[in-house]
Structure formats: structure tokens, C-alpha cells
T-cell receptor, first 109, second 114 residues
Framework: GQNIDQPTEMTATEGAIVQINCTYQ??????LFWYQQHAGEAPTFLSY??LDGLEEKGRFSSFLSRSKGYSYLLLKELQMKDSASYLC??????????WGAGTKLIIKP | IAGITQAPTSQILAAGRRMTLRCTQD?????MYWYRQDLGLGLRLIHY???????GKGEVPDGYSVSRANTDDFPLTLASAVPSQTSVYFC?????????????FGPGTRLTVL
């Protein structure tokens, strides 16, 4: 079966750094996505990795290791507005996205 | 530019009733998708369409039907609603020719079936 695992909830302090992990087992791999979803809103795209390594976008970075079936999202200089759920999704051999349940990130002052 | 719109925003529906959720995009994307999102679960694909005139079944298609008569519209129909279809429904679209094929989401429809 296909499976995406990520922690249910994490807590971090404003100004700090947090790493959200995602492990996956899917039928085929055609890229990994991270989305942000604020409560009551739609998911919005954060990052895309298809090759191994680190992709950096401002305060957010995403890492991929295809051999380990592993990715992480790194958020630096945390702000209160970063409180949201972070969704990991893998595009499988059918080019459909398989989604994790999401990690709820709570930022404390 | 609206992106993707969905209607209604929310709806309370009696079990057994028929309901159509509407989705319209103005980005000329070839692919469109319907997901449901339930607490503690990831987004689950109901149906998708890779191009106008074609549709396909996702992970949880039972009880739902779709049509794609043109590029912009992708309505989702519940023929006879049941309480287990209570969920938040998101429509999304993407350009399958784009390298990352990023999906853009509508604001969602919160559906309660009593």
C-alpha cells in the first residue's frame, strides 16, 4: 500500500527553527510537495523536490532523499503567522498526489 | 483573476438528497481534481480529469460522480447523500505540462449530511 507519515503536531517558539519530517512508501515517485494550510483555508504550495538535496526558498527549505524515502521541511526565524498545518504529498507512478495527514505546527511567543 | 472558485461555501443537506458542488477555474489548466478532507486523514482524491472530456476515479469515488464538459468547470455530484459524506471538499487544478504540476486549490465547500 501507499503510505505517507508525518508527525501529528509540533510546537516551536517564535524566532526559532523547526524541522518537519515526512517519510513515504509509494508506488513510484515523481516528486514530493509541501503545502501549507491555515485553519479553515485551502492548502497553498510551498515547495517541490524531485531530485535529492536541499531546495531553499527564503525562510523555508525542503530536503529530499529518494533512497531513504524521506523529506523534511525546515522553517527558520519562525513567525506567529507560520502557525498552520504542513502537508507532505508524493506524486506516484500514476501522477496522482498521495497526501500525508499533515503536521499541525503551533508557534508560541 | 479569481483562480478557482467553489460554490456553495457551506451546505447542510438531508440524507438521501442529491447535491452538486460547483468548481470553476480561469487559469486554463488542463487537469482538475476533487478531494475530500477529514480530520486526522490526508486529502483523499475522489475523481480527477486530465483534460476536458475525460474523467477518472480516485481513491474514494463511490457515491460521487463528475463531468468535464469544458476546460473551466468540474462539478461534483452526490446522487444520494449519506452522513459519511460529511466533509470539507476541495477542488484543485493544475497544468500537467508544467514541470512541477503544482496544484492550485479552491476555498473549499463544507458539507454536512444529516
Amino acid at each position: 500500500g501507499q503510505n505517507i507519515d508525518q508527525p501529528t503536531e509540533m510546537t516551536a517558539t517564535e524566532g526559532a527553527i523547526v524541522q518537519i519530517n515526512c517519510t513515504y512508501q509509494t508506488s513510484g515517485f515523481n516528486g514530493l510537495f509541501w503545502y501549507q494550510q491555515h485553519a479553515g483555508e485551502a492548502p497553498t504550495f510551498l515547495s517541490y523536490n524531485v531530485l535529492d538535496g536541499l531546495e531553499e526558498k527564503g525562510r523555508f527549505s525542503s530536503f529530499l532523499s529518494r533512497s531513504k524515502g524521506y523529506s523534511y521541511l525546515l522553517l527558520k526565524e519562525l513567525q506567529m503567522k507560520d502557525s498552520a498545518s504542513y502537508l507532505c504529498a508524493v506524486r506516484d507512478s500514476n501522477y496522482q498526489l498521495i497526501w500525508g495527514a499533515g503536521t499541525k505546527l503551533i508557534i508560541k511567543p | 483573476i479569481a483562480g478557482i472558485t467553489q460554490a456553495p461555501t457551506s451546505q447542510i443537506l438531508a440524507a438521501g438528497r442529491r447535491m452538486t458542488l460547483r468548481c470553476t477555474q480561469d487559469m486554463r489548466h488542463n487537469a482538475m481534481y476533487w478531494y475530500r478532507q477529514d480530520l486526522g486523514l490526508g486529502l483523499r482524491l475522489i475523481h480527477y480529469s486530465n483534460t476536458a472530456g475525460t474523467t477518472g476515479k480516485g481513491e474514494v469515488p463511490d457515491g460521487y460522480s463528475v463531468s468535464r464538459a469544458n476546460t473551466d468547470d468540474f462539478p461534483l455530484t452526490l446522487a444520494s447523500a449519506v452522513p459519511s459524506q460529511t466533509s470539507v471538499y476541495f477542488c484543485a487544478s493544475s497544468d500537467r505540462l508544467a514541470g512541477d504540476n503544482e496544484q492550485f486549490f479552491g476555498p473549499g465547500t463544507r458539507l454536512t449530511v444529516l
